[in-house]
């Protein structure tokens, strides 16, 4: 499993997504954490970088889990990281809205 941070003040756009769904790919990896403060561009909308995520999924295999600032704030909490995890491999997997 790869992991990377982005502690951008703005949500990452497509080719940070793309960038890391590559490393993904290149490294024959199927899973991959990638924490960004400010979430991803077009979350609710299907679109711009959650579409990207669909993408790797659908077309390479690659399973791409974003946590935001929210998810950390949970876990501080006191919620179960596997069970944020979990959620979101399922938001993907079943095309469940983001939220």
Do not use: H
């Not at 993904?24 to 579409?51: H, K, N, P, W």
């Amino acid at each position: 499993m790869l992991l990377e941070c982005k502690d951008w003040n703005k949500p990452i756009g497509v080719s940070a997504v793309s960038a890391f769904a590559n490393k993904l790919v290149m490294q024959d990896v199927r899973c991959g954490i990638l924490f960004s403060s400010g979430g991803i561009t077009g979350a609710a909308e299907y679109r711009d970088a959650r579409l990207e995520v669909l993408k790797a999924n659908y077309r390479a295999g690659k399973i791409v889990l974003i946590l935001d600032k929210n998810d950390f704030q949970e876990a501080t909490r006191g919620r179960n990281l596997i069970a944020i995890l979990q959620k979101k491999y399922e938001q993907l997997k079943f095309d469940l809205p983001t939220g």
